[in-house]
């Protein structure tokens, strides 16, 4: 075959294989934009699983009519304008290329309404070039952004799809995620019309009445609170004492200056905290943050992978372990001068 250019719409597809795996996936990358643009209220509706609909309205600072188009291209951000600001990343997204990708495997339409501009306006784009058509529309103030159809022309991927149920359970979990990363923020979940879950906005004194909705009042009857800050690193969070872990690794999250990771050295210097106190059937049981300077990590590693590099990562680890093991026996310690003796 001669060498050519890939039509725009393919080459988009070709980018969507690699973070766009499922309808969370496409949840995940719209969520993290609207709270990127400062959205304070989400609300999420699925259908059928979110192969049907998946629809994202939020209250943010909205697209402006004339960058609508710019929005649905690939490698067009606002987050960063070089290699410099990569180094001090704040935001969740930066790479261009979420709406691009899910454009080009389903139907979506971008509409939005900066606070500034008067008339609302709406973007999608159609055919190999992905040329952006527009059209006034009817909105408030922010974005919602609807993906109809997921896959409907890749069939390969579409293969792939669980049930509604799984692939309901699994956006419920993402959102669980996001939820515990954002208690400022007042998030609603609703599946074929039926509102799934509602989390208020609390305040950081009602911190623990989000994490009870997320995580139940198992875990937080018994979690140990923590607060730990040392050279530069801060760890905060809730964490389970041996007894109250689970039997699954269902209720662990991490996260990294905001961030939800999974990663194998964070696992491992929670685990070891526990020690041999943790019984073979259970596996540890937290919610925890760690903050540190931006510039010691690294989270441009993978764009759907959820690790991360720490520039001292054998100082990160050894802080984890302590903090996580010193909270466990003084929580030890505290139960037992309350049992009767
Ligand atoms: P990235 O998030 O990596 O910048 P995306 O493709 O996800 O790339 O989004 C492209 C751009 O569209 C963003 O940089 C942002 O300017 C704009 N955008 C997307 N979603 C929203 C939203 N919900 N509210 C405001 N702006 C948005
Ligand atoms: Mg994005």
């Known amino acids: 075959m ?21 309808p969370s996936s496409v949840v995940k990358e719209l969520v993290e934009n609207s709270l990127d643009a400062g959205a304070l209220q989400l609300v999420v509706d699925i259908e059928k699983g979110g192969r049907r609909r998946i629809r994202i309205r939020d209250d943010g600072a909205g697209v402006s009519k004339d960058e609508l188009p710019l ?14 600001d990569l180094e001090a990343i704040q935001s969740l997204g930066f790479r261009g290329e979420a709406l691009a990708s899910i454009s080009s495997v389903s139907r979506l339409t971008l509409t939005s309404k900066p606070a500034a501009q008067q008339q609302a306006w709406r973007a999608w784009v159609e055919g190999r070039d992905m040329q952006a058509e527009l059209a006034p529309a009817s909105h408030p103030d922010g974005t919602t952004v609807d993906v109809e ?11 792939f799809l669980r049930t509604d149920k799984t692939e309901f359970n699994h956006i419920d979990e993402l959102l669980k995620r996001i939820a515990l990363s954002r208690f400022d923020v007042r998030l609603t979940l609703n599946h074929n019309q039926k509102s799934v879950r509602n989390y208020p906005a609390v305040s950081p004194a009602q911190r623990i009445d989000r994490v009870a909705r997320v995580m139940g009042t198992a875990f937080t009857d018994h979690a140990v609170a923590l607060t730990v800050e040392a050279m530069g690193l801060k760890l905060w969070g809730w964490v389970a004492p041996p007894h109250a872990c689970r039997h699954q690794a269902d209720g662990q999250y991490f996260y990294v200056n905001g961030r939800m990771m999974r990663d194998r050295m964070l696992n491992h210097a929670i685990r070891q905290a526990f020690g041999d106190r943790l019984d073979d059937e259970r596996v540890p ?7 540190l300077p931006p510039t010691e990590v690294d989270v441009n590693v993978h764009p759907a992978k959820h690790e991360v590099r720490f520039q001292q990562a054998r100082e990160v680890h050894d802080f984890i372990l302590q903090s996580v093991r010193e909270a466990l026996q003084a929580g030890a310690e505290a139960t037992a001068r309350e049992m009767p003796s």
């Not at 001669?2 to 499922?22: D, K, T, Y």
Request: charged share 20%; net charge positive.
């Open 2 to 22: 001669p060498i050519r250019l890939l039509p725009i719409s393919l080459a988009n597809q070709i980018a969507a294989g690699e973070v766009i795996e499922r």
């Open 71 to 84: 929005a649905l291209a690939r490698h067009a951000t606002s987050k960063i304008a070089s290699l410099h």
């Open 285 to 291: 049981t937290y919610v925890l943050y760690l903050e």
């Open 149 to 159: 159809d997921l896959f409907f022309n890749t069939p390969a991927r579409r293969k």
